[in-house]
């Protein structure tokens, strides 16, 4: 039985870029890195080094060599805050593009990109005991 979503990978172009708009925009922090010494390098990256689930950074075109078949397209992810508004702000000081603020069933929810324009989700997360 699985209990637990451990890692996501996101295959980009960049790692260096794309690392770096994860850890110094959006405040991830490096849970590991590992390199093969023939260009397959992943990076762990996650919220925080106490996060259950991480993104692993992997280099789309080694991963295209190596498996042709497997799909790289960017997986649809929806993070969760605290506090919607102000981080929705922060993204818009710090020149991250970001979509509207909207209201779905499950509260508000936007959409940022990273550097290579894949596009992502924050929600707020309510306290369904309230």
Do not use: H
């Not at 637990?4 to 172009?13: A, F, R, S, T």
């Not at 708009?21 to 397959?40: P, R, V, Y």
């Not at 959409?111 to 309230?130: G, H, L, P, R, T």
């Amino acid at each position: 039985m699985i209990n637990q979503v451990g890692q996501i990978m996101l295959y980009v172009n960049d790692q260096e870029a794309v690392l770096k708009f994860w850890t110094e925009k959006l405040g991830f922090s490096i849970i590991s890195e590992a390199d093969n010494g023939q260009g397959m390098r992943s990076i762990q990256i996650a919220p925080s080094k106490e996060s259950g689930t991480s993104i692993v950074l992997q280099n789309k075109k080694i991963v295209q060599e190596m498996e042709p078949k497997l799909n790289l397209g960017t997986p649809s992810l929806i993070f969760y805050t605290d506090n919607l508004e102000a981080l929705y702000q922060e993204y818009q000081d710090k020149n991250i593009t970001v979509g509207d603020m909207v209201t779905i069933p499950g509260g508000k929810v936007f959409n940022f990109a990273d550097c290579e324009e894949n596009y992502f989700a924050v929600m707020e997360k309510i306290n369904e005991n309230e």
